[in-house]
């Protein structure tokens, strides 16, 4: 079936490197790819999102990549600070019909 | 102002009880969903609807029901709570075909002992 799998699972980066997630899905008829952010105790929440209409989207210190022949994108976040720790979800969503979560990745950004 | 509320938030039952977990939302949302959770874990979508009238089973089996005879209003039922019931619970909304992203209430953390 569709599904979509998200690396890595947890990520500990030093406060002002980067860090990098990734994720692949496999319904190629996705066309919407979101990320949220859940902070500990609280509700996951959109942070920036990707339509397959475009290559790459950028606010501030984050920015998402799409590559569609691979079926893969990424969540790029530059000076990392320490409220960027958290869990961060991709998501592929085929139109709004369905949407598919990867497993989440714990990022945690050392002072 | 547009929000998505649960209640209640926090809930503690015995065994065997029933119980009904409450979402509300104020966006005219057609699509609306429940998510099983453990802390920072993996979300497991068990129930969805794309309007009322609408439901569907999500991807975890879940032995609760869930129904939607208001659009803004999407109850969650367990009829016979048990111990693996315990995890958190969360209601999101979604329009279709517009703004796509979800959002997500606040959460309901249900302890079944």
């Known amino acids: 079936g569709e599904n979509v799998e998200q690396h890595p699972s947890t990520l500990s980066v030093q406060e002002g490197d980067s860090a990098v997630i990734k994720c692949t899905y496999s319904?190629?008829?996705?066309?919407?790819f979101p990320w949220y952010k859940q902070e500990l105790g609280k509700r996951p929440q959109l942070i920036i999102d990707?339509?397959?209409?475009?290559g790459e989207k950028k606010d501030q210190r984050i920015a998402v990549t799409l590559n569609k022949t691979a079926k893969h994108f990424s969540l790029h976040i530059t000076e990392t600070q320490p409220e960027d720790s958290a869990v961060y979800f991709c998501?592929?969503?085929?139109?709004?019909?369905?949407?598919?979560f990867g497993a989440g990745t714990r990022l945690f950004v050392k002072a | 102002e547009a929000d998505i509320y649960q209640t209640p938030r926090y809930l503690v039952i015995g065994t065997g009880k029933k119980i009904t977990l409450e979402c509300s939302q104020t966006?005219?949302?057609?699509?609306m969903y429940w998510y099983q959770q453990d802390p920072g874990m993996e979300l497991h979508l068990i129930h969805y609807?794309?309007?009322?009238?609408?439901?569907e089973k999500g991807d975890l089996s879940s032995e609760s029901t869930v129904s939607r005879i208001r659009t803004e209003h999407f109850p969650l039922t367990l009829e016979s709570a048990r111990p693996s019931h315990t995890s958190q619970y969360l209601c999101?909304?979604?329009?279709?075909?517009?703004?796509?992203?979800?959002?997500f209430g606040p959460g309901t953390r249900l302890t079944v002992t």
């Open positions: 966006m005219g949302h057609d699509k």
């Open positions: 319904d190629s008829a996705s066309n919407y």
């Open positions: 990707i339509r397959s209409n475009v």
């Open positions: 609807s794309y309007g009322v009238n609408s439901t």
């Open positions: 999101a909304s979604s329009e279709p075909y517009a703004e796509l992203q979800q959002y």
């Open positions: 998501a592929a969503e085929n139109g709004g019909f369905k949407t598919i």
